[in-house]
């Protein structure tokens, strides 16, 4: 629901169909989705979460069983997308999984499944922040506090 680009780019891949009837369908690619960050209210000391939200757009629950896998979610220790961020690290095993059905109003009997991934990132440069944005800011509330402390024949106090 929230990707940037569309899945059509994605290679057409075969399906695995095991004997109880279930579907397993791999496709390989980079998806690129639209996340708006949760849990930036502590920066720089903050870490942030993203959403991910995914179900199918013209097959119900009646057609289609969207389920995790076990695990729904494991990490690869080597680089694989196309660019790295430099600013966050992905935070291993604190990502949530949950699955909701949403009902429409035309069809109030027809379950759409929506499965969701949340993961939480954690901010590589807070160092960067307390030297640039917090070490400045203390500092220069110290010296506008320190103009009080002059002379006050001093004649450039104020101005």
């Not at 196309?82 to 109003?105: A, M």
Request: some cysteine.
């Amino acid at each position: 629901y929230n990707q940037a680009e569309s899945l059509s780019h994605f290679s057409d891949k075969d399906v695995i169909v095991s004997p109880d009837g279930s579907v397993f369908w791999s496709r390989v690619g980079n998806l690129e989705v639209l996340c708006a960050f949760s849990g930036l209210k502590r920066h720089p000391f903050d870490n942030t979460e993203c959403s991910i939200d995914l179900g199918g757009w013209t097959r119900s629950g009646f057609l289609a069983n969207y389920t995790f896998m076990d695990p729904p979610v494991t990490y690869n220790t080597e680089p694989t997308s196309r660019s790295t961020y430099q600013e966050f690290r992905v935070v291993v095993g604190g990502d949530r999984t949950s699955r909701r059905e949403f009902f429409y109003d035309c069809c109030p009997s027809e379950p759409w499944p929506i499965l969701t991934f949340t993961f939480v990132f954690e901010r590589l440069t807070t160092s960067y922040y307390l030297r640039s944005l917090v070490a400045m800011t203390v500092l220069f509330t110290f010296l506008a506090g320190f103009t009080c402390k002059l002379d006050i024949r001093c004649g450039e106090r104020l101005g």
